[in-house]
């Protein structure tokens, strides 16, 4: 999973980068297709990948203000 998110996210660069030259040097057209797909794929593809990798085996209650949390932050506000 981790280097299928890297080669992904290699990719999406490349192929918005290679829209901005194709862009300049080639067509304006084809530039923008190609820059189109590569932040559609970016961000319907990569981002859930990306998403779901970083996510693994976390709780969401961890990073969520309950009020289990809230009492901990008060306690250990005092500390600082």
């Known amino acids: 999973m981790k280097l299928l998110v890297k080669i992904l996210s ?20 084809l530039g923008d297709i190609i ?19 970083r996510w693994k ?6 990073y969520t203000l309950s009020d289990e949390n809230l009492k901990k932050m008060k306690e250990n506000s005092g500390k600082y």
């Open 57 to 62: 085996g976390k709780k969401l209650k961890d």
């Open 35 to 53: 820059i189109g797909v590569s932040v559609l794929v970016g961000t319907f593809v990569f981002m859930p990948l990306f998403l779901a990798h």
């Open 10 to 29: 290699y990719l999406v660069f490349i192929g918005v980068f290679f829209g901005i030259f194709s862009k300049e040097l080639l067509d304006d057209r």
